[in-house]
């Protein structure tokens, strides 16, 4: 049966009342409408899936085209031109460019090599909590979420430290921008900044090379089959926005998460070792990237009972999915004990495009909760009656809050 209507625009998922809490309106889309149009604000066509199969079908459906190049002309008017030169990379290409450029870059992100990175992530997470104060307010998400990550991944691409405040500032600057006129301006001048100090910062890995993953992807260009000078400019940049907005995030939604189920924290507390499962709850629960990453149709595209037309835009959400109560008995309940088959979350995506940093993220976050919780147990939300605040987007890709203020050791 193809759905016709038009049950959610792309306006009511940037109110305040979805932000905060957009899952009673997932819920209604998956029951009613699970694969629908929809309009967003910049003008194309696109449709919304939300159902956990459907979703995970999608994700693989070759089809389903990453190819930007193919959709240039949707791809101008929802981007801007200035974003072409970023995104030469895996994440907007199909096999076999992709199978190529990934395989380039995906054995410095094996669990073996990400976990060899553990006693250096852990002196991170330390520095961070020392420098916090711990009897008065703290807002978590400057001080400690974003930092973590961001400094994981500029220390993997050999970012030198006093540049890596003017990297956060514009990738926030392109990550968080709307369809206004001064809104493409802004993103317009952060992606061509962007774009020019990694290309002066490639110039000094290839000049000077050293023990990080840049200077050893300037080594690799030189061979057959290497990247392109726009590849690989377009790759570190992918590397970096990728590998610290979406676990940033992911940190500070799962530490709210867990203040506020008190008793799925304390098993936590009572037993470290469930920290590897509590992650993968957290994602599934409520994760940090709320759409899959842009997509369109090749051909017409049959999802779900509905047709998808040729040449329209897919957004796919992970956020629906992993509450689908067709795929996840009581999804709406936090259970930091699920496991395996329990939960077979899409939350690091599915198929060829699955997240590369995936090992990373978990690792990250998993050293951040049991640091945090295990060096202050009593950590407690500055303000208990307090809403969350949660980021206003321009479309759904990120879900994450926009401050976490607690206090790490309140006083009895």
Known sequence: MTTTRDPVTSAEQCTAEFR??????YASLRDTAPVCPMTPPHGVETYLITRYEDAR??????????????AMDAYRRIFGDSSVSLDDNMLNAD???????RKLVNSEFTPRRVEALRTSIQDIVDQ???????????????????????????????????????MHRLSTTVAQTGFSKESKQAQQKAEEDLHAYFTRLIARKREHPGEDLLSALTVVQDNDGGLTENELVSTAFLLMFAGHKTTAYLIGNAVHHL????????????????????VEE?????????????????????????????????QISLLSAN????????????????????????????????????????????????????????????????EAKWMEVPFPAFRGLAELPVVLDPER
């Open 20 to 25: 905060r809490n957009p899952h009673p309106v």
């Open 57 to 70: 079908a999608a994700l693989s459906d070759s089809r389903l085209s990453k190819d930007m190049y193919g």
């Open 95 to 101: 096999a076999p460019k992709h199978t190529r450029l």
């Open 128 to 166: 961070l909590l020392d420098a916090c104060p711990t009897r008065e307010p703290v807002d978590l998400l400057p001080t400690f979420a974003f930092p973590l990550p961001i400094t994981v991944i500029c220390e993997l691409l050999g970012v030198p430290t006093e540049e890596r405040a003017d």
């Open 259 to 278: 203040l506020v189920n008190p008793a799925q924290l304390r098993a936590v507390q009572e037993d470290p070792e469930l920290v590897g499962r509590a």
């Open 282 to 314: 957290l994602l599934r629960y409520d994760g940090s990237v709320e759409s899959a990453t842009f997509r369109y149709a090749a051909e017409d595209v049959e999802i779900g009972g509905t047709n998808i037309p040729k040449g329209a835009l897919v």
């Open 323 to 386: 509450r689908d109560p067709r795929k996840f008995e009581s999804p709406d309940v936090l259970d930091v004990t699920r496991q395996g088959a329990q939960n077979a979350h899409l939350g690091f995506g599915h198929g060829s495009h699955y997240c590369l940093g995936a090992p990373l993220a978990r690792l990250e976050t998993q050293l951040a909760l049991t640091s945090l919780f295990s060096r202050f147990p009593r950590v407690a939300p500055a303000d208990p009656a307090a």
